[in-house]
T-cell receptor, first 116, second 119 residues
Framework: EAGVAQSPRYKIIEKRQSVAFWCNPI?????LYWYQQILGQGPKLLIQ????????DSQLPKDRFSAERLKGVDSTLKIQPAKLEDSAVYLC??????????????FGPGTRLTVT | AQSVTQLDSHVSVSEGTPVLLRCNYS??????LFWYVQHPNKGLQLLLK??????LVKGINGFEAEFKKSETSFHLTKPSAHMSDAAEYFC?????????????????FGSGTRLQVQP
């Protein structure tokens, strides 16, 4: 089966500019996650969707970050305006089950964002 | 609340020698535990997972981990390192949370251990 797709793979922007990332999860996976991975650290959850509804966005900086998952399939993550500390890899993951927390998540290759 | 601590940020071994990557976790409930590997410029890949079945879990590429509840540990081992094992390894915890948290299935990652394999 095809894996989680993300684009673009790399993005360089100046601070205060806007940027958007796209994710296409594995077909049939109802749960979608966005993580932020700063260099030298483990990934940190930004937002979790169940179908097209938000389950957890408690760690999303809502003053500048937004995400949507229209129709419960693809998702976009936007940063507006970007700050230097937003430089990181943004990972998208999907999972086939909701309450079954034992199921592992499948990760995309990530988008590496550099803010100058 | 759940958390995970990887005790070594860097581990260096010689090819053919054993690998030990240490992980301790904290969880309010019976957690699921995972090890993920991240090769440079590649996505995270699941190595193995523990989900309350056998405490000794076997994964891909000869890796295994043992869940020790009394020690709250989930160390990753491999009998003989290969050059291709050089990567970043993450210990990860996921617990079912409280009744109010049902649906929140995010993973909590450790800070990672970089494994170097010397020829």
């Amino acid at each position: 089966e095809a894996g989680v797709a993300q684009s673009p793979r790399y993005k360089i922007i100046e601070k205060r500019q806007s940027v958007a990332f796209w994710c296409n999860p594995i077909s049939g996976h109802a749960t979608l996650y966005w993580y932020q991975q700063i260099l030298g650290q483990g990934p940190k959850l930004l937002i979790q969707f169940q179908n097209n509804g938000v389950v957890d966005d408690s760690q999303l900086p809502k003053d500048r970050f937004s995400a949507e998952r229209l129709k419960g399939v693809d998702s976009t993550l936007k940063i507006q305006p970007a700050k230097l500390e937003d430089s990181a890899v943004y990972l998208c993951a999907s999972s086939p089950r909701w309450l079954a927390f034992q199921h592992e998540q499948y990760f995309g290759p990530g988008t590496r964002l550099t803010v100058t | 609340a759940q958390s995970v601590t990887q005790l070594d940020s860097h581990v260096s071994v010689s090819e053919g020698t054993p690998v030990l990557l240490r992980c301790n976790y904290s969880s309010s409930y019976s957690p699921s535990l995972f090890w993920y590997v991240q090769h440079p410029n590649k996505g995270l890949q699941l190595l193995l997972k523990y989900t309350s079945a056998a405490t000794l879990v076997k994964g891909i590429n000869g890796f295994e981990a043992e869940f020790k509840k009394s020690e709250t540990s989930f160390h990753l081992t491999k009998p003989s390192a290969h050059m291709s094992d050089a990567a970043e390894y993450f210990c990860v915890v996921s617990d079912p949370g409280s009744r109010e948290d049902t649906g929140r299935r995010a993973l909590t990652f450790g800070s990672g251990t970089r494994l170097q394999v010397q020829p």
